[in-house]
Structure formats: structure tokens, C-alpha cells
């Protein structure tokens, strides 16, 4: 049986917000595997256990360029290993490069980007200059190039962990900033229920159907309640189903009607989302540092 650590139960508590003893439940009953046990948490304490915002495991920082004339752009997370040098200043000017150099070049991938030419070297060997001198690992993760049907608007927040690059047509500036910020609070999928991801869909069936059998009700109940919180799912993920952070008594898709614009797409990056970060016991790790020091000591 895989050995549940309290480093595995806080990092749970801190993606699920459920107590304590649930989350070694869950884990226990997963086999220490966290993706697994967190399921299992939804299926038995339903919303309170959907903390999926704060999956925020790398640190480093999201950069956007703009053109002048709001119909090009792009945004771009560069990685580092703390917060320290997230705030650095060659990092953050390095990824600030990085983004104008996607929006205006177009690179095909990382790999491309990597190879292109930046100050005298390569971004690879400039990127590597740096880690040489921050003393940090640094990486190139993703990047999206925009040409917007209308125009580009941006919103950055949290020291540039949540960023939102948003295209829209008519309104005004204020418009378009309150769209980005919402975007950033509610971090929908897509813009509307049919861009939602098919494995996030089956994924939230799976839950759906999960707890609808806890009921014990008759199958073409349980059918129903399903296909109820798929609908409430979707309504919940998409942009234009959402309502408005500054009034909620209208949705997104009410608010642009109302101000005769329309928003055709949105890119939405938070930093680290998605990978796994080493979690360190710092007490084992001192008294592993301590027996390998006593063990050169006795070395001949």
C-alpha cells in the first residue's frame, strides 16, 4: 500500500479545500494517486471539493505584447523555480522579448522560438546565460499568437501569474478590460459550451454519474440528474454563459448585447497549471544532507 504522507494530504486540501481526514480517505483509498483522490472527493463532497483554480504549481510569470494597433498579438509563460526570480528583472525582460518576438516572427513551436536569434546568440543560449546567472532552471513552456478579428485587449493579474488576452469587436475600451478581468476570476474553458474540451465533459460525467448512483434512485432518474449537472457543468464554463463578476444579475453573452459587441475569442494562461511540483520534506531532507556529510567525513 502506498504511504500517505502529510505533504500529499496538504497538497489535496489545497487543491480541494476539503478537511483533512477526507483527503487522507481519498488518498488512502487511491493509493496515494492525487488525480484519483481527488475524484473521489468530488463524488463524495460534491462543489466543496472543485478547487481547481489553485492548481498552481510552478512558478514564473505570463507576458503579452500588443501591437499599436490592437490586431496582433500574443502571450507567453516562461518558467523559473521561485518566486524570486519570477521578479527578477532580465526575467522579466527576457519573456517580455519572447512575446513580441512570437507575435512578429510567428514561430512554429518552442523549439522553433528557441533557435531564433535574440541579442548577438540564440533565445536557447540566452536562456541559458541566464540561468547561469539567476542560478535557476528556466524554460520556454507555451505560447499563443493572436490576429484578432477586432481588436486585442489585455489583463494581468497576480504579479503576472493569471493572464488574459481577449479579441473583440465593438464597445469600448472599458468593455473589453472588464471581459479580461472577468476572464481571469472565473477561468472559463472556451466561449462557448460546444469549445468545452470533450475529456473535461466525460470526466465531469463520470462524477455526475458516480453520485447520481449514490441516490438509489430509478435509472431514468439518475439519467436525468446526469444530464442536469452536465448542463449546469457547461453553463458554468463557458464565457457567454457566465454571469458578469460586476453584475450577476446579467450574463456575458446579456452584457455584450447590451453594448452592441461581441467577443470572438479569448487565451487564457495561469502559471504553472497542470505540472507537478516536487514537494520537498524539509526534515528528511536536513538529515539527509547531515548523514551524507557524516559519511565523508568518515571516508578515508
Given amino acids: 500500500m502506498a504511504e500517505i504522507t502529510a505533504g500529499m494530504v496538504k497538497e489535496l486540501r489545497e487543491k480541494t479545500d476539503a478537511p483533512m481526514m477526507e483527503c487522507k480517505k481519498a488518498l488512502s483509498e487511491a493509493a496515494g494517486d492525487m488525480a484519483k483522490a481527488e475524484e473521489i472527493l468530488r463524488v463524495k463532497l460534491g462543489n466543496k471539493a472543485t478547487k481547481a483554480a489553485s492548481r498552481i504549481a510552478a ?18 509563460e516562461v518558467n523559473c523555480e521561485t518566486d524570486f526570480v519570477a521578479k ?37 543560449d540566452a536562456r541559458k546565460a541566464l540561468i547561469g546567472k539567476v542560478g535557476e532552471n ?87 440528474m446526469v444530464d442536469g449537472s452536465i448542463a449546469k457543468f457547461l453553463k458554468e464554463v463557458s464565457l457567454l454563459s457566465q454571469p458578469f463578476v460586476k453584475d450577476d444579475k446579467q450574463t456575458i453573452e446579456q452584457l455584450m448585447k447590451s453594448k452592441g459587441a461581441k467577443i470572438n475569442g479569448f487565451t487564457l494562461y495561469v502559471v504553472g497549471e497542470g505540472i507537478e511540483k ?23
Fill in 59 to 76: 512558478e514564473g510569470v505570463c507576458a503579452i505584447y500588443i501591437s499599436d494597433d490592437q490586431k496582433l498579438g500574443a502571450m507567453i
Fill in 88 to 124: 527578477n528583472d532580465d526575467f522579466l525582460a527576457m519573456s517580455s522579448a519572447l512575446a513580441k518576438m512570437v507575435a512578429e516572427s510567428n514561430p512554429a513551436n518552442v523549439e522553433a522560438l528557441s533557435a531564433m536569434p535574440l541579442g548577438g546568440t540564440t533565445v536557447d
Fill in 138 to 224: 528556466l524554460s520556454i513552456r507555451r505560447f499563443k499568437r493572436v490576429e484578432a478579428a477586432g481588436a486585442l485587449t489585455s489583463y494581468i493579474h497576480g504579479g503576472a501569474k493569471v493572464a488574459t488576452l481577449v479579441d473583440t469587436t465593438g464597445g469600448d475600451v472599458m468593455l473589453a478590460k472588464d471581459v479580461a478581468m472577468h476572464i481571469a476570476a472565473t477561468k472559463p474553458k472556451s466561449l462557448d459550451a460546444s469549445g468545452v474540451p470533450a475529456e473535461d465533459i466525460a470526466k465531469e460525467r463520470s462524477v455526475a454519474e458516480a453520485k447520481a448512483a449514490e441516490s438509489g434512485k430509478p435509472a431514468g432518474i439518475v439519467a436525468k
Fill in 278 to 300: 516536487k514537494v520537498t520534506d524539509f526534515a528528511a531532507e536536513v538529515a539527509e544532507q547531515a548523514a551524507a556529510a557524516a559519511a565523508r567525513a568518515k571516508a578515508p
